[in-house]
């Protein structure tokens, strides 16, 4: 992934639809997904829209992103906590849908990600659901 995209990545608003909404930002923590979600030690932001990075007209993405629902319905370690929408507020990029995920093992996110072609996820984890970008591409 190269440096651009990188900084993409970095400065997306992930908005968790959630009740209340949440606005995740790399590097920051979001200490509310314990509250809202008990019991659960981390969470991803998984999307299966424009895979790799290449801008996808909106049906495909859609298709795309039943089928990672129907996926992640599969996969019994995964909760599905919430649907997502990554933001990009310099408006280069159009809003990925996406879900938020609970109960997944790192490597298990990381592959999720492979599986639908992106070059990252987002990770949080305890204590502080600290935001971070986990670059799919490197595993």
């Not at 993405?61 to 990009?88: I, W, Y």
Request: charged share 25%.
């Amino acid at each position: 992934m190269d440096s651009e995209l990188l900084k993409a990545y970095k400065n997306t608003d992930y908005t968790i639809l959630t009740s209340p909404v949440l606005c995740v930002r790399i590097g920051e923590a979001e200490l509310a997904l314990r509250e809202i979600y008990p019991g659960y030690s981390s969470f991803c932001i998984v999307t299966a829209y424009n895979p790799k990075s290449k801008k996808t007209p909106e049906a495909d993405n859609r298709r795309a992103s039943q089928r990672l629902l129907q996926r992640l319905k599969s996969m019994s370690d995964a909760h599905l906590c919430a649907k997502t929408v990554a933001e990009d507020p310099q408006q280069k990029w159009p809003d990925e849908r996406g879900f938020l995920v609970a109960n997944l093992s790192k490597q298990d996110a990381l592959a999720l990600g492979q599986e639908f072609s992106q070059h990252a996820i987002v990770w949080l984890q305890e204590p502080r659901f600290r935001a971070e970008i986990l670059i799919c591409d490197e595993v």
